[in-house]
């Protein structure tokens, strides 16, 4: 728990700064919130206004309502909001995504928010970035965790792609941010050839487009004439569409699902898929570690996943004060279909 008297503190609305009036991230509508990053479990509707970074505004009007009134922010300005100072700092995690910096008599506090920091051509890059006390995310907090780069998994599935190509090659990966990664990864590696998109992707297309992330050539699924064979094309859905309509033509298609959790021994049998690529848009444990480092917070508190095991690792072996914080941070699961990892 945090104390009554600290510059963010928990109400059941989430976590709130009376000093700048606002909730980071609010579970519920409130008055006034800033937003990390635009899933689900961190943008939610029905709030008074929304600050966020101004990249993210596409997907935060797509999926929150055009009509929200959205505060855009440019990464590393800084704004006094009430008798605070906020800034939004690159997190790394998908586009628009930001760590929250708040200021407030003579106290700094970091929010990370969701972030990794290993290369993704999709968003800019994680900023590190000191404050005195830290609030992380923690989804992968375990020493087991450590990612290959992107460029390496993306060269996995291409091969895997290319293995078959007599029939269509099924790639299920979350719709904003994961896609878009991918794809961009695949763009890295020379990949020019049309993919097709499910229309939950094909929908939060537009703000990459915009934000000139270079992708291969896209189309939606539904688009293609219909008899037009599928056999050594790549497709790409968000895991839920597998059980959904909208993918006619791939009762043949090799399968495979794209998260973090796949490096999970059991998740892959779960998922039921043939295949699983490793690639998270959250921070493994080297990664964690040295955000903490990089923040020269004296105080750490832990949020989603695996918080205890890295609070207690902070404590015992980097001799931090460092907690976890409960509260409704909801750990994201491979589980669920609309969102990350
Ligand atoms: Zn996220
Ligand atoms: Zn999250």
Redesign the pocket.
């Known amino acids: 728990m945090l104390p009554p008297d600290s510059l963010l503190t928990l109400t059941p609305e989430g976590l709130f700064c009376r000093a700048a009036q606002a909730w980071i991230d609010p579970w519920r509508p409130v008055p006034r919130a800033l937003i990390t ?1 635009a ?1 689900a ?2 943008a939610r509707p029905g709030c008074g206004e929304y600050w966020a970074v101004g990249s993210s505004e596409g997907i935060l009007r797509e999926r929150l309502g055009s009509g929200i009134r959205l505060l855009p922010v440019d990464y590393g300005q800084l704004h006094r909001i009430g008798d605070a100072r906020v800034s939004f700092h690159s997190a790394g ?2 586009l628009g ?1 930001a760590q929250i910096r708040i200021e407030a008599s003579g106290e700094s506090w970091l929010v990370s ?2 972030y990794k920091r290993c290369a993704d051509p999709s968003c800019a890059p994680f900023e590190p970035v000191q404050a005195d006390v830290l609030i992380s995310e923690a989804t992968f907090g375990l020493p087991i965790y450590r990612w290959q780069s992107g460029a390496a998994v993306a060269a996995e599935i291409v091969r895997w792609w290319r293995s078959a190509p007599d029939r269509p090659s099924l790639l299920l990966c979350y719709a904003f ?1 994961k896609a878009q990664r991918v794809l961009a990864e695949l763009a890295g590696l020379g990949v020019e050839e049309e993919v097709l998109l499910h229309g939950s992707v094909q929908r939060l297309m537009e703000p990459y487009r915009q934000a000139g992330v270079a992708m291969p050539p896209t189309r939606p699924l539904a688009e293609l004439p219909r008899g037009e064979s599928l056999a050594g094309r790549l497709v790409i859905a968000p895991p839920g569409a597998m059980r959904g309509r909208g993918l006619r033509g791939l009762a043949q298609a090799q399968s495979a699902f794209v998260s973090g959790w796949m490096a999970v021994r059991g998740a892959r049998r779960r998922r039921g898929t043939g295949r699983g690529f490793v690639l998270s ?2 921070a493994d444990w080297p990664g964690l570690l040295q955000t903490v480092r990089d923040s020269r917070a004296r105080q750490v508190y832990v949020t989603h996943g695996q918080s205890s095991v890295l609070a207690r690792y902070l404590r015992e072996v980097e001799g931090l004060s460092a907690a976890p914080l409960e509260g409704a941070f909801e750990a ?1 699961r491979f589980e669920g279909d609309g ?3």
Request: hydrophobic share 5%.
């Open positions: 990053h899933h479990d961190h995690h998908v995504s928010g969701d941010g848009d959250h994201e969102e990350p990892p």
